[in-house]
């Protein structure tokens, strides 16, 4: 009995924490248009409806920049055309089916740190078992996936031009415990 709790207990955090091995996985991108690929200076640039997958991460937008670094990490940097965004979404590490959406002009994601940026326009939401639970939009929008932190910046503290934040959160509350 000792050994089931045990191996349970060493389980439950592997369980909670599945989503983090999205770090782990192989990136994959996909694209209608074009690809150039400079192996001097290690830089990909594809075209036309560019996504990029890694484990349950996933970026989108009209072109994608791929840079890697001397150490073999990369920067993702997605941007779009016109009246497009660019759109990511990401598994959380929940017992609930929680998912981070964001969209912007732009977005950046530094594989080295687990770090998305949205720029210009961005929106963030959480939704979790279908439910929006929470949603932020400003003029940059920093998701660090390792700590699953969101921090959102107004227009002023990027351009001086004192745009607001909106930021909207819905506190769930506890499911009533059975009565017996």
């Known amino acids: 009995m000792r050994f089931l709790l045990a191996a349970l207990a060493l389980t439950l955090p592997m369980l909670a924490s599945a989503e983090r091995a999205d770090r782990f996985q192989k990136t994959v991108i996909s694209y209608d248009g074009d690809m150039h690929y400079d192996t001097v200076k290690g830089v990909s640039k594809f075209s036309d409806h560019v996504e990029a997958s890694k484990g349950s991460l996933l970026i989108s937008s009209d072109y994608l920049t791929a840079a890697q670094s001397p150490e073999g990490d990369y920067l993702y940097t997605v941007t779009s055309l016109k009246d497009n965004v660019a759109k990511f979404k990401q598994k959380q590490d929940s017992a609930n089916d929680k998912w981070v959406n964001g969209e912007g002009?732009?977005?950046?994601?530094?594989?080295?740190d687990d770090l998305l940026t949205i720029d210009d326009n961005a929106k963030v939401r959480i939704i979790e078992n279908g439910n929006v639970t929470g949603e932020a939009t400003g003029a940059k929008i920093t998701y660090d996936a390792k700590t699953e932190q969101i921090v959102v910046k107004s227009?002023?503290?990027?351009?001086?031009?004192?745009?607001?934040?909106?930021?909207?959160?819905?506190?769930?509350?506890?499911?009533?415990?059975?009565?017996?």
């Open 155 to 180: 227009a002023s503290d990027t351009t001086g031009s004192g745009k607001k934040v909106r930021s909207m959160l819905i506190l769930m509350p506890k499911p009533a415990p059975l009565k017996k």
């Open 105 to 112: 002009k732009s977005i950046a994601y530094r594989e080295k």
